[in-house]
């Protein structure tokens, strides 16, 4: 980073974070907050004035890196981050909570009070080439643990510039992030939020997500789970896509949600739709693993190695809906992972189209009816039966009067037998007397 090249500076400014009470020289083009009026550990004061004014002053210079000492700062106010500005906590992140934020400085911390929830969000992330880094986020007058549903805010951060968030920490947000624009990078962060943790709509190009943990950060090693948790366990989801041209997920875990990853139809754009690909994902204790309305229909969406367990037993593992903007019905591809504890249905496939391999706890399943999957039931003669299910199958034809049977419109010259079917693939069985047919998954 630019400031260690002052090594006096860095001296000096060591001490001084440590001390978390004496201002911090800055180098060209970084600026600290301490300089702007900003008080340390102190309730009484409102930061939002002293921050704001850093970040306008690193604006009005094209850019610059405000830095945030690690002190814990209160908020009656919103603030708006503008164009080539990184707010920048020091320390490596994200900060890692272990007793109530507000009543022990454990980072920089910057908590916003009840008077902000009537802002858009408490920081908007406006301009291009803007970061936010290495923060520590909390709410003092959100409710605790034993609350039975917490209060609304605004989003943390609204993104509304193309922008970098990395190593922060969010402990009780009721949402988090809302991404409403295209290269934006969340990286390596510790996620909170009671209602959504992540949400993206309207992103134009890409928006990647990577080395994310979506969990519980509010109950400060008290016996889990909590009141809150209850609420959080039928409310909650980890990432909420709408309309993003390219979602990128990657090494995340998301622990007690409701719902961990649901792609739906856009509020605010017609036709809104996502498509995309995610690997190593763990979804943990949850309702539902990944629901999908609605996707990109040429493409889909992609996971590889999608581990999801319910909260003992939950509801579906993948669930397909329909209610799509045609032709946007879902399509989505899973390559390896695992399930785990109780589904009543574990794959559901209203509408569109999945394919799985390769799941431990789920394939094989073999013969059906299986895992909550019915055996399709045989058509009259001649009609074909189009597979929806989540995987190839083998279909055992034996006995009846049979005459032909008929793979994707074409002949076998076969009256019985093994027949593999691959999912949307077509069997047709000609008969003067209905056979017997068996259904396996692989």
Same mark, same amino acid.
Request: aromatic share 10%; charged share 10%.
């Given at each position: ?255 007690? #949600?409701? @719902? ?10 017609? +036709? /809104?739709?996502?498509? &995309?690909?995610? *690997? ?113 199958? #083998?279909? @055992? ?10 793979? +994707? /419109?074409?002949?076998? &010259?076969?009256? *019985? ?26």
């Amino acid at each position: 980073m630019r400031w260690m090249k002052h090594a006096a500076t860095v001296a000096v400014a060591s001490l001084a974070v440590l001390a978390g009470t004496t201002a911090v020289s800055a180098g060209v083009g970084e600026y600290n907050v301490l300089d702007f009026g900003a008080v340390c550990d102190d309730p009484s004061q409102d930061s939002t004035p002293s921050f704001q004014a850093a970040i306008n002053t690193a604006a009005a210079a094209d850019g610059g890196m405000v830095w945030v000492p690690r002190c814990r700062f209160w908020f009656d106010g919103n603030l708006v981050i503008h164009h080539g500005v990184e707010l920048v906590g020091r320390g490596v992140g994200p900060p890692d909570p272990f007793w109530y934020p507000s009543a022990f400085t454990q980072g920089p911390t910057l908590m916003p009070r009840a008077t902000t929830a009537s802002g858009l969000a408490f920081i908007t992330v406006a301009g291009t080439n803007t970061a936010v880094q290495n923060l520590l986020f909390f709410y003092p007058d959100q409710v605790g643990p034993l609350g039975l549903q917490p209060d609304f805010y605004p989003p943390t951060l609204l993104i509304t510039g193309p922008s970098k968030i990395s190593g922060c920490t969010f402990v009780n947000s009721y949402t988090a992030i809302h991404v409403k624009v295209g290269r934006v990078y969340l990286e390596r962060l510790h996620v909170g939020g009671f209602k959504h943790d992540i949400i993206v709509d309207n992103a134009a190009d890409v928006v990647r997500i990577s080395e994310v943990i979506m969990s519980i950060f509010w109950d400060y090693g008290l016996p889990w789970p909590q009141p809150i948790d209850h609420w959080v366990l039928q409310h909650g989801t980890g990432i909420t896509s709408y309309k993003v041209d390219s979602l990128s997920i990657h090494d995340i875990l998301i622990h007690y #949600r409701n @719902t961990g990853i649901a792609f739906l139809n856009s509020p605010t754009v017609y +036709g /809104g739709v996502t498509y &995309g690909k995610a *690997s190593d994902i763990d979804i943990d204790g949850v309702n539902y693993g990944v629901i999908a309305d609605a996707l990109y229909h040429n493409v889909g969406f992609q996971f590889t190695n999608l581990n999801v367990g319910s909260e003992i037993s939950g509801t579906h593992m993948i669930w397909l809906r329909e209610g799509a903007v045609p032709p946007h019905t879902p399509r989505i591809v899973v390559n390896g992972g695992s399930t785990r504890n109780e589904w009543q249905k574990p794959l559901r496939v209203d509408a569109g189209t999945l394919v799985v391999h390769d799941v431990i706890g789920l394939n094989p399943i073999g013969h059906l009816p299986a895992a909550g999957i019915r055996a399709p039931t045989l058509p009259a003669s001649g009609v074909p039966y189009v597979s929806r299910l989540p995987a190839n199958a #083998r279909v @055992t034809i034996s006995g009846g009067s049979v005459l032909d049977v008929q793979i +994707g /419109g074409h002949s076998t &010259g076969l009256t *019985s037998g093994m027949f593999p079917l691959a999912p949307a693939e077509s069997i047709t069985v000609f008969y003067s007397s209905p056979p017997s047919w068996d259904w396996f998954l692989n």
